[in-house]
């Protein structure tokens, strides 16, 4: 069916007739400008009558009186008061046909066919097609703007399309058809659609997204003008509705009423995805006995958050019977705290409290950090479940307590007799899609405030940032600091329009992380150049190097996965031979400093409290080496040393680490690993790697061998050593790569030496004394710097101490049957 | 033809939907009265205390403390009773004026495309012929 036909099948195409005649703005414009009229004209008409027998105003009684002027006047006001009630009239045509795509309960008849978002793009299409519709319609243009495409290239874009005749409608999954139908459609069959977004590196994703959000926005508005809705007017406070229940005046000492909260009165409409919890918590209090609940989540708003919706749905009488016209209360659980420092006090005030509550009979008592009142009346010697048992289990009180989840498992898990008293209701963590839902709003009034413009990637971006790049606490909070905290920067800096790539500069700049949004022309040629800069420092191993490199590059182009940590790699390999010096060439090279290399030697958790030395304990409240760690610096490589000798458990919990990008805490919260790369070292195979040089082998072409060997010993698990990025051995370091880290030592040595104004001869001789002496089979080239220290070192400091080698000397060694002697000219 | 059939569009709604839409508008707006005024909850604790406030009788017997919480207790609710009766008229009264006002504001409605029409036109005829 073409889209005229298709139109007119829907009560809606009079509606969308009639807005296409007088748009939204141009009736705006008439009523205040007939507004304007009718009150200029009234006064002028009232001037006259006031001042008629005025003797001062008498010429301009004779203008007024031979042009009729007052009859005219009449006649003007009359007219505006006509085109005043005509666009009134029009807009409450428009309004009361609108309908909603995101409020589920204003649903489409069938007969509609279409939605009104649908209609508007189809009939700005009607005489040319649908991508034209899209282009030409209001909401086509501001889906456009949110996704960061100006008018110029949309324009330029739209105009080199054909129009297409007699275009057929695209089919719906749903009853009537939306805007995610006609987007679907043109983004899979209109190529060039698909191509224009993609050279601007916009997704399906984001198109979809920035739709979605429009809707939002474009609905929220609708749903404000119509003040007659049930629920807009159900909350508007009644006038004697606490007449009839008690008063509760210690209560009000200690607590708020959350009904007063600006995330209660907002009139933006939040999205469905905490009914799941709503309605638990509806239930457990709508029981007749023991209607308690506790809500356990991660620290943090979105508790509270699940709270604020029931408190709107209770103020807009939209709740179960039992909560209808009840007051919720929170208690804060903090200011009793604060106040009750004794056992009597806190239990008499406690107990007062709650004959409030039940004698007030319309209180629902939330009671924020319930876990922090129980410890604190416990510290006391209190027996508080004991003490408010009996009120929980009456039928005449209702309690909603928040525990954080850490507590939650520790203190009141295992308390049977209390958790009898209450339904645990779990607050699930939002995912990426469901945050970018929660900072609509937020974005929108951030908007308003700042004068600055918000497009989806940037605001998608923001919630994909706040759990990828900032670990603990939760998600959808840290989204909205985030939001709140880049509106003010871009301010600051002249920024008006917020995308993707400034939401990845702020990033930058407050976590020091380099983010794939903008790589400078510096860091594109340290990449470039990264395996000859490491390999400056590191001799010998040119396939670690390698391999390594490639991990940074694929990290820093956005081609890695990004639920796993930048790389991993196990280092196998003989003492000396450059495993650890690796690590730390490519924490100075790519992360700009040493300090960014994270070490733990694993032969220090080899015990049964390995796991709690590195994550924390639960029972002592003590956090761990690892997570402290990790969650201090967020981004470098973090160096596993001697990785074979730690305990089964801590391998286990590497299994997940290098699986999924992160691990939980003894507290059970998340600390994420992404930003980081692992380098697990192990001697382990050491001995056959020896073996097969010595027999003239490749220990590279005998990885396998070598693995299979590590695991037949047992050392490690095979599906450990696959969830390694790569797996390289390090071959022992033959006489050339061992002269070559001689020279460099000695190289390092001799710069130290010349901001003291003296230079040191590095001849070949003096070299090979070095590698001679300083490196053996089993340790490498370990000794080597120890033994320049206590040699060559020690001998310059004997001459500095008897003033020989003062500024301006050089220094030479002579060696004479491996007896270094000393020269200064 | 566009202005025509669109002017018809909106007649037909104005005459059709739009007149059970006022049913529900002043459905919405009545019981948006009946709950500004509290008038089931008031109704329902008539006889209640005022906002509760009332002692609890002693557990031994003592008359004189008996007869004084009796006494307070009654004064509480005696004075509860005449606070709501206050609200509970105003509220009818007010919620009276409005079924009243549900004739009156249909023959409004009906007639406003008229009266609309009717201020534009002889608006006009005074503008151009006085």
């Known amino acids: 069916m073409d889209i005229n036909k298709f139109l007119k099948q829907s009560s809606l195409y009079d509606v969308l007739s009639v807005e296409s005649l007088y748009s939204e703005d141009f009736r705006k414009k008439l009523s205040l400008i007939s507004k304007i ?108 703007i949110r996704l960061g495409i100006n008018q110029k290239d949309a324009k330029a874009f739209i105009f080199s399309q054909k129009t297409i005749s007699k275009e057929l409608v695209p089919k719906s999954e749903d009853e009537v058809l939306k805007v995610k139908d006609i987007a679907k459609y043109l983004y899979s069959t209109k190529s060039e659609f698909a191509k224009f977004l993609n050279n601007k590196g916009i997704t399906d994703k984001e198109l979809f997204g920035a739709m979605e959000w429009v809707i939002y ?55 469905s995805n905490r009914d799941s919890e709503i309605s638990q918590i509806e239930n457990a209090l709508s029981k007749s006995m023991e209607a308690n609940a506790m809500l356990v989540g991660e620290p943090g708003q979105e508790k509270m958050q699940v709270v604020w919706s029931l408190c709107r749905n209770i103020k807009n009488k939209n709740t179960a019977s039992a909560l209808q016209n009840k007051k919720p209360i929170l208690l804060l659980a903090n200011a ?35 876990t922090e009142l129980l410890k604190h009346a416990e510290s006391l010697g209190s027996d508080f479940v004991n003490l408010i048992s009996p009120f929980l289990s009456s039928s005449s009180i209702q309690v909603l307590a928040l525990a954080n989840t850490s507590d939650f498992h520790q203190y009141l898990e295992t308390n049977k007799s209390l958790m009898n008293s209450f339904e ?87 976590t020091n992380i380099p983010t794939s949004g903008k790589m400078s022309a510096k860091e594109k040629d340290k990449l470039l150049n990264l395996e000859s800069s490491i390999s400056k420092r590191v001799v010998g191993q040119k396939d670690a ?20 940590p930048i790389g991993s790699f196990l280092f196998l390999g003989p003492t000396g031979v450059g495993k650890t010096e690796t690590a730390k060439a490519l924490a100075y090279t790519f992360f700009g400093s040493e300090d960014n290399m994270m070490r733990l030697d694993m032969s220090e958790y080899q015990t049964d409290d390995a796991m709690e030395k590195l994550i924390g304990s639960f029972a002592s409240g003590k956090p761990g ?46 600390v994420n690993t992404r930003n980081i790369i692992f380098i697990a070292t192990s001697n382990a195979g050491a001995e056959t ?84 002496n300083g490196s053996n089979k089993a340790f490498g080239a370990r000794p080597m710097n120890r033994f320049i220290q206590d040699s060559i070192e020690g001998n310059i400091a004997n001459l500095i101490l008897e003033g020989k080698a003062i500024s301006g000397k050089k220094i030479s060694f002579l060696i004479s049957n491996n007896i270094l002697s000393s020269k200064v000219s | 033809m566009k202005l025509l059939s669109s002017l018809f569009g909106y007649l037909k709604w104005h005459y059709g939907k739009a007149l059970i839409t006022t049913f529900t508008f002043w459905k919405n707006i009545l019981f948006f009265l009946f709950n500004f005024f509290s008038i089931k909850s008031l109704v329902g604790n008539f006889f209640a205390p005022w906002k509760r406030l009332a002692d609890t009788y002693p557990k031994g017997f ?22 709501r009766s206050i609200v509970i008229i105003v509220g009818l009264i007010v919620c009276s004026i409005v079924i009243i006002l549900l004739p009156i504001s249909l023959i409004l409605w009906l007639a406003l495309p008229i009266i609309t029409a009717w201020l534009i036109v002889y608006g006009l005829i005074l503008i151009i012929f006085s």
């Open chain 2, 62 to 83: 003592n008359l004189k403390v008996y007869f004084f919480t009796f006494i307070v207790n009654t004064i509480m609710r005696i004075f509860g009773m005449f606070m």
């Open chain 1, 689 to 772: 790697i020896f073996k097969m040089v010595n027999e003239g082998k490749n220990p590279k072409d005998a990885q396998d061998e070598i693995i299979a060997e590590i695991v037949s010993k047992g050392l490690f698990k095979p599906e450990l050593i696959n969830r390694f990025d790569s797996t390289i051995i390090f071959k022992p370091l033959e006489n050339s790569d061992l002269q070559q880290i001689a020279k460099i030592m000695l190289k390092k040595l001799s710069g130290r030496m010349t901001e003291k104004g003296l230079s040191l001869d590095i001849t070949d001789s003096l070299v090979d004394y070095v590698v001679k």
């Open chain 1, 424 to 510: 645990t209701i779990l607050v699930r963590p939002l995912n990426n899609a469901e945050i970018t839902q929660v900072i609509y709003a937020s974005a929108l009034g951030s908007e308003q405030k700042y004068k600055i413009f918000f497009t989806y990637p940037a605001i998608a971006e923001l919630a994909n940032s706040a759990s990828y790049y900032f670990s603990g606490g939760v998600s959808s909070d840290k989204a909205i600091d985030l939001l709140n905290e880049i509106a003010p920067w871009a301010k600051r800096n002249g920024k008006e329009i917020i995308g993707k790539d400034e939401v990845l500069e702020y990033i930058e700049q407050k």
């Open chain 1, 625 to 670: 080496v690892f997570s402290s760690m990790i969650r201090d610096k967020q981004y470098g490589v973090v160096l596993l040393d001697e990785f074979e000798k730690t305990s089964k458990d801590v391998l286990n919990l590497f299994l997940q680490i290098l699986d999924e990008g992160f691990f939980s805490d003894m507290s059970g919260e998340r």
């Open chain 1, 217 to 271: 926005e474009t609905e929220t508005n609708e749903y404000n003008v119509q003040w007659w809705r049930p629920e807009a007017l159900a909350r508007k406070k009644s006038l004697a509705s606490d007449w009839s229940f008690g008063q509760t005046f210690l209560l009000d000492k200690y607590s708020r009423n959350i009904i007063n909260d600006a995330e209660v009165s907002s009139e933006a409409i939040s999205f």
């Open chain 1, 545 to 564: 190097v390698q391999a390594v490199s490639n991990a940074l590059k694929r990290a820093r182009t956005g081609t890695r996965n990004p639920n796993k």
């Open chain 1, 336 to 370: 009793i705290v604060s106040a009750c420092k004794d056992k009597n006090t806190l239990e008499n005030q406690i107990s007062k409290i709650f004959n409030e509550v039940i004698r007030a009979g319309n209180i629902v008592l939330i009671i924020d950090n319930f």
């Open chain 1, 37 to 144: 009229i009718i009150f200029a004209v009234g006064f002028a008409i009232l001037f006259f009558y006031a001042t008629q027998n005025s003797q001062k105003y008498i010429g301009y009684k004779h203008f007024f009186d031979s042009y009729s002027l007052v009859s005219r006047g009449v006649g003007l006001i009359m007219f505006n008061v006509g085109v005043y009630l005509w666009s009134q009239l029009t807009n409450f045509y428009l309004s009361t046909t609108y309908y909603f795509e995101k409020i589920t309960k204003n649903k489409y008849s069938k007969n509609d066919i279409y939605t009104f978002s649908a209609g508007r793009i189809l009939y700005a299409g009607r005489k040319t097609d649908i991508l034209h519709g899209f282009f030409y319609s209001k909401i086509g243009k501001m889906i456009l």
